[in-house]
């Protein structure tokens, strides 16, 4: 079993909204920055936004700014990802990742770039269609 697992995924129609929940197996999220990224068939895994570790500061691509909104429940050790006004160009499977390090934190939330050292899970389908 993968460290982290998603869930929430489905079928929803244009307009819609879905819930994404991020969960660890086997550690707590408390000291990790948690992102969320898709990737839709034929193209790159995409980052769409990214919660850190220290006072919840929250990051979004262009792409998903005002529509989608990544938080995180300490208490319940879970991250989500509220996605409001779906697109048929959101459909994807969507992943969570983790890291834990400062270097790798401020890259992947501040800066959106690549990081090797991101735990991952196996992803959560989401279908946008009527």
């Known amino acids: 079993q993968l460290p982290l697992v998603e869930s929430g995924g489905g079928l929803v129609q244009p307009g819609g909204s879905l819930r994404l929940s991020c969960v660890a197996s086997g550690f707590t999220l408390d000291y990790f920055a948690i992102a969320w990224f898709r990737q839709a068939p034929g193209k790159e895994r995409e980052e769409l936004s990214c919660i850190d570790n220290n006072n919840g500061e929250t990051y979004y691509a262009d792409s998903v700014k005002n529509r989608f909104a990544i938080s995180r429940d300490n208490a319940k050790d879970v991250v989500y990802l509220q996605m409001n006004t779906l697109k048929p160009e959101d459909t994807a499977v969507y992943y969570c990742?983790?890291?834990?390090?400062?270097?790798?934190?401020?890259?992947?939330?501040?800066?959106?770039?690549?990081?090797?050292?991101?735990?991952w899970g196996k992803g959560t389908l989401v279908a946008v269609s009527s």
């Open positions: 990742g983790a890291v834990h390090d400062a270097l790798s934190i401020l890259r992947m939330c501040a800066e959106f770039r690549a990081v090797d050292t991101i735990t």
